[in-house]
């Protein structure tokens, strides 16, 4: 055996790379008590998602696999990990609502997580108002200081890096009406911690709170803003 394939700096790398790093391959097993993927991904928004079935009923659900992805026209989106009742009201009407989950709904949120038996309301089994919407049928969240109304653009399955469809479904829809608590607006610019927003991290139950004092600025290097988006 010569020394270079013993003693290469791509070995030494390694060594170094496993004395810093708990490095695993998903497909293998993560290793750990906790899968950290979504504690590493983190924390997230939640996309707190009302719709209605065929038959009018409606549904709330909280997804964490959810986010913004365009500007114009506004775009967000949200993944489940199965065909659950939410992606396939928004399959059969072709519309949902997100709703903003702030820290005094917290609880209510998680209480939408329920699987409640067919023809039971998660509005009303946290005690929740459903209101109408202006433009889909899916109420909004009454107590929510921040809404969107949807209509959907595309639903795509995974597929995993072999081409093979996999269990999860992302549902992306565009921003057709938009709902802020006026309070929430100081001098034309939207105060995003004064809503106190509840984002989703690792484990089972852990969450983030948003505050006004964990806020800090950072300017774009010049030329990569789109002005007309970000606002002065
Ligand atoms: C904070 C939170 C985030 C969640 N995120 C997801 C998610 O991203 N994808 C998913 O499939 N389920 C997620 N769930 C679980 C769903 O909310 C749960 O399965 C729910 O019953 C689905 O409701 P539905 O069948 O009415 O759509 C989450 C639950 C909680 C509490």
């Not at 549902?171 to 608590?181: N, T, W």
Request: hydrophobic share 40%; with cysteine.
């Amino acid at each position: 055996m010569s020394s270079a394939s013993i003693d290469t700096p791509q070995t030494k790398d390694r060594a170094m790379d496993d004395e810093r790093f708990h490095y695993y391959e998903p497909a293998q097993g993560h290793g750990l008590r906790h899968n950290p993927f979504n504690a590493v991904i983190a924390p997230r928004p939640i996309g707190w998602i009302s719709s209605i079935d065929r038959d009018g009923r409606p549904n709330l659900a909280p997804y964490s696999f959810f986010n913004a992805f365009n500007y114009e026209p506004p775009i967000l989106g949200f993944a489940s990990i199965a065909w659950k009742d939410s992606v396939r009201n928004a399959s059969e009407t072709g519309e949902f609502v997100w709703n903003l989950v702030t820290k005094e709904l917290d609880t209510r949120m998680n209480q939408t997580a329920t699987p409640l038996p067919p023809g039971m309301s998660e509005f009303a089994h946290a005690g929740l108002t459903a209101v109408p919407s202006r433009h889909v049928k899916a109420p909004r969240v009454g107590e929510a200081r921040a809404a969107m109304e949807c209509k959907v653009v595309d639903i795509v399955q995974f597929k995993d890096h072999k081409g093979q469809a996999v269990s999860g479904w992302l549902v992306l829809g565009e921003v057709i009406a938009v709902y802020i608590d006026r309070t929430l607006i100081v001098d034309g610019v939207y105060q995003t911690a004064e809503a106190r927003p509840v984002l989703r991290a690792g484990r089972g139950g852990d969450y983030v709170e948003v505050t006004p004092d964990r806020m800090f600025e950072m300017e774009r290097p010049a030329g990569s803003s789109i002005p007309a988006h970000h606002g002065s």
